[in-house]
């Protein structure tokens, strides 16, 4: 299974930007997709989860700014990121599950202006 996110940039602070996630390989239904982030010299950390039936998961800091969305009989998932802070600034990596957790490559998001 592969997980190929894209959609990350640069932006000005208070900028939006959508990322999107594509799962492929020998694989039904992922039961959990989404998105971690790691910025320089931190640890890695969730920024949303979406649930095959729907239920969705934020990290605090990006509760009212982000929003997840995905078709999970496609495998897809898509981070969409509003007023974007300079914090903001990571690597974001996707995230799927089902019987173990799978990882994309990542994709770059700087937040600056």
């Known amino acids: 299974v592969q997980l190929q996110a894209s959609g990350g940039g640069l932006v000005q602070p208070g900028g939006s930007l959508r990322l999107s996630c594509a799962a492929s390989g020998s694989i039904f239904r992922l039961n959990i997709m989404g998105w971690y982030r790691q910025a320089p010299g931190k640890q890695r950390e969730l920024v949303a989860m979406l649930s095959n039936v729907g239920s969705t998961i934020y990290a605090d800091s990006m509760k009212g700014r982000f929003t997840i969305s995905g078709d999970s009989a496609k495998n897809t998932v898509f981070l969409q990121m509003n007023s974007l802070k300079a914090e903001d600034t990571a690597v974001y990596y996707c995230?799927?599950?089902?019987?173990?957790?799978?990882w994309g490559q990542g994709t770059l998001v700087t937040v600056s202006s």
């Open positions: 995230y799927g599950f089902q019987r173990q957790a799978y």
